[in-house]
């Protein structure tokens, strides 16, 4: 779906030839301090940077407002039950010419987005940006586009091989030590609610907290040059910070109005022993708790993207694949389809939002187990980092896999599927495996001040 605003403004560009691998090229640019607020995103090999923000797009229970960084006009649309088609219509007003948007979604935004706010606070549920300048790799090219050509300069001389040095010696973090009792005691409720029908699958998952600072760039490059993630991110936007390494999609929508979703579900560990790593592979394809609970979940994925798709479109194109994430190994499914005439990325977005993967069967069952379950909103764990394109194009990578900041505290999260034939033990492991995928790669941070907590 292509917007329909005229644009008036572009972008001054140019282009230059890529002076390292994109991982090192975007964090220079990133530590180089040349915006405030800033974004990296990796897309199945293309990555992108965006930085400071032409454009600023936030939404809460009481509406979505849309406010131009440089004028500080600010223009409101008050809540009225359709709140992700509000974002679409501020996008629409955006005056520059081939925009793309980035930012986040928390996970409870999928509490309002059918118009209810009865079970969200005052919290920021998405926030985007379309960036004052930006940067896209792809092939050995950087393209290179500001809105002034002052910050074109000084954002070309970051990205140079004389820019910026980034730590990155980690020190890894124990994430056994703690919080077993209380995790597996969730885990043993939600899994007698399940016995009585009160839902099918639910995914409860669990915090460790982080009492060193952290330096988020220098975690982005250790964590991602020891991970192999579906995509990546590294992003300080709307107050919020955060490093992930995600393992899955929550939705890709093409141009052309192809959908795609990526439901992962069934999980065993990723070991240095090649093996070891083949044993578990096998107990993981036959395991019939881990095959059961990606089945359901690729039922749901299926129905979520058939609501907006053409009759006939949707189709499984991989089922229970075998993918390694990082320090876990994954059922992998692959689900597509194609957008009924009269729907966009949003309303693909709204359909699938959150993943079953990180949510339950059925959705609305499972949210109110985690929200009896576990002690704190989610926040941006298991939400979504995404980008959309003015020609209609989106990408959202699910959260997971992550270390997040904000309001002074840091924080690792992650958790496990719980079905009927769960173990409170084997899932508390589950959560483990899959918060190494970070906590491995964890860089401390040399500044004196900054976000440190107790």
């Known amino acids: 779906?292509?917007?329909?605003?005229?644009?008036?403004?572009?972008?001054?560009?140019?282009?230059?030839?890529?002076?390292?691998?994109?991982?090192?090229?975007?964090?220079?640019?990133?530590?180089?301090?040349?915006?405030?607020?800033?974004?990296?995103?990796?897309?199945d090999g293309q990555w992108s940077y965006a930085g400071g923000a032409l454009a600023e797009i936030s939404l809460d229970r009481s509406g979505a407002r849309l406010r131009g960084a440089e004028s500080a006009e600010l223009t409101e649309l008050a809540w009225d039950g359709a709140p992700l088609r509000q974002v679409h219509k501020l996008l629409e007003r955006v005056p520059f010419a081939d925009w793309r948007a980035y930012g986040w979604a928390a996970f409870e935004l999928a509490y309002a987005k059918g118009g209810d706010t009865s079970l969200v606070g005052g919290e920021r549920l998405l926030h985007l940006v379309v960036p004052h300048t930006e940067?896209?790799?792809?092939?050995?090219?950087?393209?290179?586009?500001?809105?002034?050509?002052?910050?074109?300069?000084?954002?070309?001389?970051?990205?140079?091989?004389?820019?910026?040095?980034?730590?990155?010696?980690?020190?890894?973090?124990d994430v056994r030590g703690?919080?077993?009792?209380?995790?597996?005691?969730?885990?043993?409720?939600?899994?007698?609610?399940?016995?009585?029908?009160?839902?099918?699958?639910?995914?409860?998952?669990?915090?460790?907290e982080l009492r060193e600072e952290i330096d988020f760039i220098g975690t982005y490059v250790a964590g991602r040059r020891g991970n192999n993630p579906a995509r990546s991110f590294l992003l300080r936007l709307g107050g919020v910070e955060a490093v992930g390494f995600s393992p899955e999609?929550?939705?890709?929508?093409?141009?052309?109005g192809r959908v795609v979703s990526q439901p992962l579900a069934g999980t065993r560990a990723l070991t240095d022993d090649p093996e070891l790593n083949e044993r578990l592979r096998s107990d993981l394809v036959t395991?019939?708790?881990?095959?059961?609970?990606?089945?359901?979940?690729?039922?749901?994925a299926l129905d979520d993207i058939e609501s907006i798709c053409?009759?006939?479109?949707?189709?499984?194109?991989?089922?229970?694949?075998?993918?390694?994430?990082?320090?876990v190994?994954?059922?992998?499914?692959?689900?597509?389809?194609?957008?009924?005439?009269?729907?966009?990325?949003?309303?693909?977005?709204?359909?699938?939002?959150?993943?079953?993967t990180a949510s339950g069967v059925p959705k609305e069952a499972a949210y109110a187990s985690i929200r009896t379950h576990e002690p704190q909103a989610r926040g941006l764990y298991s939400g979504a980092v995404l980008t959309v394109d003015q020609d209609g194009a989106m990408?959202?990578?699910?959260?997971?896999?992550?270390?997040?900041?904000?309001?002074?505290?840091?924080?690792?999260?992650?958790?496990?599927?719980?079905?009927?034939?769960?173990?409170?033990?084997?899932?508390?492991?589950?959560?483990?495996?899959?918060?190494?995928?970070?906590?491995?790669?964890?860089?401390?941070?040399?500044?004196?001040?900054?976000?440190?907590?107790?």
């Not at 220079?28 to 995103?41: F, P, S």
């Not at 910050?151 to 980690?170: E, P």
């Not at 043993?188 to 839902?199: G, M, P, S, T, V």
């Not at 999609?249 to 052309?256: A, L, Q, R, T």
């Open 1 to 43: 779906m292509t917007t329909t605003a005229a644009a008036s403004q572009h972008y001054l560009e140019t282009c230059l030839r890529l002076p390292d691998d994109p991982l090192v090229t975007l964090s220079r640019l990133a530590a180089a301090g040349v915006h405030r607020d800033y974004a990296i995103y990796e897309n």
């Open 310 to 327: 053409a009759p006939g479109s949707v189709a499984v194109e991989e089922y229970m694949a075998v993918r390694h994430r990082g320090s």
């Open 395 to 454: 990408d959202a990578a699910l959260v997971l896999r992550a270390v997040y900041r904000r309001d002074g505290r840091t924080w690792l999260q992650a958790g496990a599927g719980v079905v009927g034939q769960s173990r409170p033990a084997r899932e508390f492991e589950e959560t483990c495996e899959k918060l190494e995928s970070v906590a491995r790669f964890l860089v401390p941070s040399t500044r004196l001040e900054g976000a440190a907590h107790a």
């Open 287 to 300: 395991d019939a708790k881990e095959i059961f609970e990606h089945a359901i979940s690729v039922k749901i």
């Open 135 to 173: 940067v896209r790799i792809k092939g050995g090219w950087v393209q290179l586009r500001s809105a002034d050509a002052t910050t074109l300069k000084a954002a070309a001389a970051a990205l140079s091989t004389d820019g910026a040095q980034v730590a990155d010696t980690v020190r890894p973090v």
């Open 178 to 208: 703690h919080g077993a009792d209380a995790y597996e005691r969730a885990v043993e409720l939600a899994i007698a609610d399940i016995r009585q029908r009160k839902l099918q699958k639910v995914i409860l998952s669990r915090v460790v």
């Open 249 to 256: 999609i929550v939705v890709k929508v093409d141009s052309d």
């Open 329 to 356: 190994q994954h059922l992998a499914s692959r689900v597509s389809g194609r957008l009924a005439e009269g729907y966009g990325p949003w309303d693909v977005f709204a359909a699938a939002f959150p993943a079953v």
